[in-house]
T-cell receptor, first 110, second 117 residues
Framework: KNEVEQSPQNLTAQEGEFITINCSYS?????LHWLQQHPGGGIVSLFM???GKKKHGRLIATINIQEKHSSLHITASHPRDSAVYIC????????????FGKGTHLIIQP | NAGVMQNPRHLVRRRGQEARLRCSPM?????VYWYRQLPEEGLKFMVY????????ESGMPKERFSAEFPKEGPSILRIQQVVRGDSAAYFC???????????????FGPGTRLTVL
């Protein structure tokens, strides 16, 4: 069993829809990261969180430490949001290498 | 402030040759991480370095792979005697050091796409 599980694996939605991507993890963590990888391959860090909720523009990330679960939400989705969204965790305290989920392939159709 | 820089962006090698991948972290960042993304697979951690020190190389294959982050200059990931299975995208990331138990945001470079013929 992977330490980080994401769902769904693939998601196609219409422009304007509210999007939710889920991430569950099975180990203790010091932080959870949401990353975005565009078709060209570049990776952008969207959020790093260890508790509560963070918002940036149309993106919202939440985490429930007790339930070992995080969600990434996209409001008013747009075709430019089409990308792979990756959940990753820092397993031990302090700076360390990330452990990644397999990613969610999101396609937003106009 | 330039982001994380990697070069080359694309690298083609024949089986048995050596591949050298370079990573310059963001200014002021002292932590460097290397990750590998095999075709159609997720990202995997390889190695974590600070200046002149390898902190964690638990994700690095035991043979043919090595990494360094010298006092001066970029971090280097070196793959000796490459094989077709080494074909992948190799990403470098860097972060600030705040010490203690605090994780920090990692900033990714554009990656090096290695193709082994």
């Amino acid at each position: 069993k992977n330490e980080v599980e994401q769902s769904p694996q693939n998601l196609t939605a219409q422009e304007g829809e509210f999007i939710t991507i889920n991430c569950s993890y099975s180990v203790g963590i010091s932080a959870l990261h949401w990353l975005q990888q565009h078709p060209g391959g570049g990776i952008v860090s969207l959020f790093m969180l260890s508790s509560g909720k963070k918002k940036h523009g149309r993106l919202i990330a939440t985490i429930n430490i007790q339930e070992k679960h995080s969600s990434l939400h996209i409001t008013a989705s747009h075709p430019r949001d089409s990308a792979v969204y990756i959940c990753a965790v820092s397993l031990r305290g302090g700076a360390d290498g990330l452990t990644f989920g397999k990613g969610t392939h999101l396609i937003i159709q106009p | 402030n330039a982001g994380v820089m990697q070069n080359p962006r694309h690298l083609v090698r024949r089986r048995g040759q050596e591949a050298r991948l370079r990573c310059s972290p963001m200014k002021g960042h002292s932590h460097v991480y290397w990750y590998r993304q095999l075709p159609e697979e997720g990202l995997k951690f390889m190695v974590y370095l600070q200046k002149e020190n390898i902190i964690d190389e638990s994700g690095m294959p035991k043979e043919r792979f090595s990494a360094e982050f010298p006092k001066e200059g970029p971090s280097i990931l070196r793959i000796q005697q490459v094989v077709r299975g080494d074909s992948a995208a190799y990403f470098c990331a860097s972060s600030l050091s705040r010490g203690g138990e605090i994780a920090d945001t990692q900033y990714f470079g554009p990656g090096t796409r290695l193709t082994v013929l």
